[in-house]
Each structure stands twice: as structure tokens, then as C-alpha cells.
């Protein structure tokens, strides 16, 4: 038309009532373009089942991959260990310079090691800890500050 709008088969993929069409298109001056008639309409109707909604505790889980989470958990794991390991020893050495005699809860601490280092990684604050030492505070210094770092690099 004049005001170079369209009907027919550019104007159906324009107005998106059709999804594709083919035919032969003219150009012609004044930017007016014409397309052959329409010989036939053909449309095919696919049902299939809709999908099935995820139940809201995946929600959380479904981001990372498994070999990820396996990761991650194995992190938690090794930095528990590492300050289960530094409370063990300063309980050792607290033994030896002062003479205590008090005995080591293993099962304990590590349950303790791995529940604060479960906290630090979600940046949580855990209950009262026997961070007396400085290795223990250095460390757990160090997993705040990389953690800090990571999760300001990948939230923007």
C-alpha cells in the first residue's frame, strides 16, 4: 500500500500469525514490495505433554552439577579436617607446655570443625568457637576472605 504496510503472507509473519511463509517477492521503486497470492494455507497442530514442575526443594541444587556439589562438599570436608587438625594440635601443645590433662574429644571437634566450616561458606555466623589459637583464626581468616573474594568475582 502507500503508507507501505503489508497484508497477505509478509504481513501474517509480521503479525506473527504464521511462522513462515514462501512465495516470490517483488521489488518495485518507491520501496513498495509485493508478494505473489496465496495458493494454500497448511498448519500442523504437535500436543505433547506439558512438563512436569520440579518440586521446590531442587530448586537450590539444580544450579551446580553433580561432580560440583561433590566438590564442594569434599571442600567443606578438607577445610574441617585442616582445623580439626590445628585444634588437635594446639590441644597437644596445650598438654605439653601447661601440663593439662584433659582428654581430646575427636568425634566432637570434628563435628564442630565441619559445622564451622559449613557456616563460613554460607557466610553464616556459627555458635561460640574455641578459636584461642592463632592458627585457627588465621585460617578461618583466610576461608573469609576467599570466600568474600569468590562470591564478590561471581555476583558481580
Known amino acids: 500500500y502507500e503508507n507501505e504496510s503489508a497484508t497477505g503472507m509478509l504481513g501474517d509473519v509480521y503479525t506473527q500469525n504464521v511462522?513462515?511463509?514462501?512465495?516470490?517477492?517483488y521489488n518495485w521503486y518507491n520501496n513498495i514490495t509485493e508478494t505473489s497470492n496465496i495458493i494454500a494455507r497448511s498448519s500442523v497442530a504437535?500436543?505433547?505433554?506439558?512438563?512436569?514442575q520440579f518440586p521446590a526443594w531442587r530448586a537450590n541444587i539444580m544450579?551446580?552439577?553433580?561432580?560440583?556439589?561433590?566438590?564442594?562438599i569434599l571442600t567443606?570436608?578438607?577445610?574441617?579436617?585442616?582445623?580439626y587438625f590445628i585444634r588437635f594440635v594446639a590441644s597437644l601443645l596445650d598438654k605439653w607446655l601447661r601440663g593439662v590433662?584433659?582428654?581430646?574429644?575427636?568425634?566432637?571437634?570434628f563435628g564442630q570443625a565441619t559445622l564451622d566450616m559449613?557456616?563460613?561458606?554460607?557466610?553464616?555466623p556459627s555458635g561460640p568457637t574455641s578459636l584461642n589459637t592463632f592458627a585457627a583464626r588465621f585460617?578461618?581468616?583466610m576461608i573469609l576472605c576467599a570466600t568474600i573474594t569468590l562470591e564478590n568475582t561471581y555476583s558481580g
Open 19 to 25: 511462522e513462515v511463509a514462501i512465495g516470490c517477492i
Open 46 to 52: 504437535i500436543l505433547g505433554p506439558a512438563p512436569a
Open 63 to 72: 544450579p551446580f552439577s553433580n561432580a560440583l556439589w561433590i566438590f564442594l
Open 76 to 83: 567443606i570436608l578438607l577445610c574441617a579436617a585442616v582445623m
Open 101 to 109: 590433662q584433659c582428654d581430646f574429644q575427636h568425634v566432637t571437634a
Open 118 to 124: 559449613f557456616a563460613v561458606f554460607i557466610q553464616q
Open 139 to 141: 585460617f578461618l581468616a
